[in-house]
Each structure stands twice: as C-alpha cells, then as structure tokens.
C-alpha cells in the first residue's frame, strides 16, 4: 500500500498541473507600480482572482475604504482618459513624475503610465519633509500629490528658507481629495509653477482635469433636489454619488472647464441604476453583472422584471435610492456611448462565464 501512496506522490510532485504556491503568479506592489511608502497602510498579500486586472482600494474620502476590483474589459477607457490627462497637463513622454502617495498610481494604472512613457517613483517617507528633500534631490518634471500636503509642503519649504534651491516651472496635478485653492498661489510664489485639478476615482479612473471631461461616456444630469446648480456625474450609466456645480464663469484652473470639481457635494439620495434594456440574450447573465457591479464597484444596479434582452443598445434608468419618487426624478441614459463603461462590465462578465476556473479543486 505504501507503494502506490509513494507513487501518487511522485506524480504529483513530477506530473500535477495545478500549481504549488511557489509556482503561483504573483503580483507585488513592485509589479503594480505602487511600491512606495505610506503610513495609512499595512502590506498584505491576498489571493487575487486571475479574472482581475488588479485590485485596489476607494480612498476613504467619504465612508470606510473597501476592496475595488479592475477587471480587463475595463482598462482601454481608463488608459485612454489618463493619457489625455496628461496631455492636457502639459506632460511630456520621457517626463520624470514624483508621486507622493503611492495609491495614486491605481487610478493611472501602471500600464497606463508606462505605455505613456513616464518613469515615476515615491517618496522615501510619507512626509513633507521627505517631499522637499526629494523634490530638490531627483528634480521631478511632475508632481502628483493631494493638494493640502503640497500646500503645506511648500510653505514649509519657505519657512525654512529652502525654495530658492528647489526646481521651478514644474507641473503640479492634484488628486485625491478637494483642491485646496491656497496652493494655486503657494505653487507661483514659491516654484512658479501652475496646478492642475484631476478628479476620478478607484471604481472608474480619471474622470475629469481642470473641469474637463476626459470620457465620452459622461453624463452630467441636472438634480431637480439640489437649490443650486448642481449635476450628478455619471460614468458610463453609473452614477459617482458625487455632484458638482457647472459653472459658465469656468475652473480656477482652466476657464475653458465648466466643472467646478472642488465645490463637490454628495449626492442625496444616491440614485440606483434599473436595466431597462440589454443587448444580452439572457436575462440570468445581466442579473450576474448587476451583482458582479454592486461587488467591485460598490454600485446598485437592479434589472427590471421586465427588462428586454437582445436589445441594440443598453438603456438604463437611474432612480433615486430611498423614498418616494416622481418620473421627473428619474434620468435614463441610452447607449452605446453613454454606456460604454456598463457595457464593459457586461464582456467582463461574459469573459468570466467562459472561461473556466484554473483551480481543478473549484467543482460546484
């Protein structure tokens, strides 16, 4: 008996497909492009499913940070609206970038950084003393770093008599959170330099530099709740929960952009997106995204029991969440283009249903 058992181990030591957890693809920060420091972490290695571009996580700007899933199908339109970020930003192939905090590089994607041809690397301590040692020492052509921290950084710098020794004319964007309007004229006194404002997020990328649209599947809908002049962004027929006022006078950094990304409000309540319409055959497979959405994006998508399968196009409608409701408070977004960041997840998920599990001991 002890030979057979002796011999089925040699098999699967010699002959097993399934992989050993040295064998097993890895993904460290290193290979994402995130490997620098912060002090509002812990570094955990997690089973991440292959099915996943990467994972990453929301900033906690408004609630408790959860797990974001970036799946595949995804990637072209993030890719796309970074490079035109930074084309817009003046940010040239070549350019050196100093970020300085890391998570930043998520909502970029290192694909999207390397196929723009930038090198970029961190700080050696979250703080902003490491920033002006860095900035003087490695010369950066660009920063990207939340706006406070830079503001702070440079006023620092100048207590300390240290701004006639750092680099000048260099291009500062801002991310992360609000801009903070003070560092507009720290950035011209201290290292004459112009601030760019670039709002997104880990669920969907960049969205938006200096109020300018960087997708064509942006909606902005007028909020019939909302005293001011307030529109909800909405993604590919997702909406943000973010919304800010559209303002003809323009950005205080692009007068050409007519959204006023640091004057950002919630929005209440939060609209729910029905599938009214599918350009999938089976009612089964669009329930399948709506959970696989409301999982990695954080999103509520319901299907209406009604909804018409192999449709030309997808149509969305997106309902307040809570209470009670009128038609006038309802907003249907019709594809292809104003849903092409929904109809992504749908191939994400049909790329899911087939293809395989490549773990054999996966059986249901």
Request: hydrophobic share 35%; net charge negative.
């Amino acid at each position: 008996m002890k030979e057979l058992f002796d011999d089925l181990k040699k098999m699967v030591d010699e002959f097993g497909t399934a992989p050993t957890i040295e064998e097993m693809p890895k993904r460290s920060l290193s290979d994402k492009g995130i490997n620098g420091p912060t002090a509002a972490h812990v570094i955990e290695e997690v089973h991440s499913p292959l099915n996943l571009a990467y994972l990453t996580f929301t900033t906690g700007s408004s609630a408790f940070q959860n797990i974001v899933g970036i799946t595949y199908a995804e990637m072209d339109n993030r890719i796309k609206a970074t490079h035109k970020a930074l084309k817009n930003a003046g940010v040239k192939k070549g350019d050196k970038v100093l970020f300085a905090y890391p998570p930043l590089v998520n909502v970029f994607s290192q694909k999207a950084l390397e196929s723009y041809g930038l090198e970029w690397s961190f700080l050696c301590r979250s703080s902003r003393d490491a920033f002006i040692s860095e900035f003087y020492e490695k010369k950066p052509d660009v920063i990207v770093g939340e706006s406070s921290f830079l503001r702070a950084s440079l006023e620092d710098a100048k207590m300390m008599d240290l701004v006639q020794y750092l680099p000048k004319g260099k291009v500062l964007i801002t991310a992360g959170t609000p801009l903070d309007l003070e560092l507009l004229p720290v950035a011209e006194e201290t290292i004459n330099s112009k601030v760019h404002d670039l709002y997104g997020c880990q669920e969907f990328g960049w969205l938006m530099l200096d109020g300018v649209l960087l997708r064509d599947d942006i909606s902005m809908l007028k909020l019939s709740t909302s005293k001011d002049t307030h529109y909800e962004v909405v993604v590919g027929g997702l909406p943000m929960g973010d919304s800010f006022v559209y303002a003809e006078s323009g950005h205080v950094c692009n007068k050409e952009g007519k959204i006023i990304t640091y004057r950002r409000k919630r929005t209440y309540p939060e609209y729910e997106v029905v599938v009214k319409e599918t350009t999938l055959s089976s009612q089964d497979t669009i329930s399948r995204v709506a959970r696989t959405i409301l999982r990695i994006k954080g999103r509520i998508i319901k299907v209406d029991p009604d909804v018409k399968v192999s449709a030309t196009h997808t149509i969305l409608e997106l309902r307040p969440g809570i209470g009670t409701y009128n038609k006038d408070d309802c907003f249907v977004i019709e594809g292809p283009e104003k849903t092409k960041l929904f109809d992504d997840m749908v191939k994400a998920q049909l790329d899911y249903q087939q293809n395989s599990k490549k773990d054999p001991t996966w059986i249901k």
